[in-house]
């Protein structure tokens, strides 16, 4: 009697599952749509989604955990400091020498894993993306970005499987990893107090095997790289901190992002990089908006009144946001 109900429990949840399945391609191929619409507008990114013939069980493929990144941009579309290129060319150099470390050195011998991992650190909007896309683009490799959102399953064990599942099909793919806001699921180990804590160290558990097996390039993306997981730093390679840029830096990144704008004569962009304390993604987003106002005031080109006024449009909305932040710091939960 026992036995029929837990069958007949199963099959129900396997249908609802499939249903759930079901849902989620759908949703996936209006997304897709949305995002061929964007692209036509400049959208720079390929995010591959679920084919039509995709069989939902198949293990080459899940749409749902990775978002793939052709990548486009190179170095030349990064605006970094001096400290930050040398990091990365000592990085490009152990890349590129990897075997020879490994094999030839026997540093396998001394070294937990084979995987070449990086943490990225820093403010939201520094170029850590960007940076991780242009590496991607030297090495001629795929970059796979995953975010923690995708990766928790509200059943138990479920999670530690996506995590599995993304590596196997990096490996396969000769991907560079991109663990998005990284510090979610590589923090600091939890005293368990609850079923939830032990699937969140159980998680990061199968992170760490994962990583030790895999024999590709992991970066890790953090705002907060302290939070880290000591078991995680020893098996981190090196670890660039990415600051705010300072007025030559913003400059330099006003120009790039305008370069192929209509500008005014009276544009100066070293007073605006002055007046300005922006990080890239804060620049991007005001050049875009600067672009917005001259053409909804029937201008010919931009002025640096309309770079002056979206800037302080992005300024007053970051501080909203810093403030909602503080006020509420108290009473956020963060996982991990």
Do not use: C
């Not at 070294?111 to 001629?140: C, H, R, V, Y």
């Not at 300072?246 to 007073?271: C, G, H, M, T, Y």
């Amino acid at each position: 009697m026992i036995e029929k109900k837990v069958k007949d429990i199963n099959k129900e949840v396997g249908l609802l599952k499939k249903e759930l399945n079901v849902l989620k391609r759908n949703f996936r191929k209006k997304f897709n749509l949305i995002i061929n619409e964007l692209q036509k507008f400049g959208y720079d990114y390929e995010i591959i989604l679920e084919p039509e013939n995709q069989e939902l069980d198949s293990h080459e493929y899940y749409p749902s955990l990775i978002e793939k990144i052709i990548p486009k941009k190179s170095f030349k579309d990064v605006i970094l400091n001096e400290d930050i290129k040398s990091q990365l060319n000592m990085a490009l150099s152990q890349i590129k020498n990897h075997n020879k470390l490994m094999n030839e050195w026997k540093l396998s011998n001394i070294q937990d894993g084979n995987a070449l991992s990086m943490i990225f650190s820093g403010p939201s909007g520094t170029g850590k993306t960007l940076t991780a896309e242009a590496l991607a683009k030297e090495l001629k490799n795929k970059l796979y970005i995953v975010r923690y959102s995708n990766l928790v399953d509200s059943f138990i064990g479920e999670t530690g499987k996506n995590i599995v599942k993304v590596f196997e099909i990096a490996k396969k793919n000769k991907a560079i990893l991109f663990f998005d806001e990284a510090d979610a699921i590589a923090s600091s180990r939890t005293n368990i107090f609850s079923s939830t804590d032990s699937e969140t160290n159980l998680t990061k558990n199968v992170l760490l095997k994962e990583l030790e097996k895999f024999d590709g390039i992991v970066i890790f993306a953090t705002n907060l790289a302290s939070n880290f997981d000591k078991a995680f730093e020893r098996r981190i390679n090196l670890h660039i901190n990415f600051k705010m840029p300072n007025i030559d830096e913003r400059e330099q990144i006003w120009k790039l992002l305008s370069k192929a704008l209509p500008l005014n004569k009276d544009v100066n962009f070293n007073d605006i990089a002055k007046e300005f304390e922006f990080s890239g993604g804060h620049i991007k987003n005001s050049v875009i908006n600067a672009a917005r106002l001259a053409i909804s005031n029937n201008s010919d080109d931009i002025k640096k009144e309309h770079f002056v006024k979206a800037a302080r449009l992005v300024r007053e909305g970051r501080n909203i946001l810093q403030q909602f932040e503080d006020e509420n710091k108290d009473k956020l939960n963060y996982l991990g």
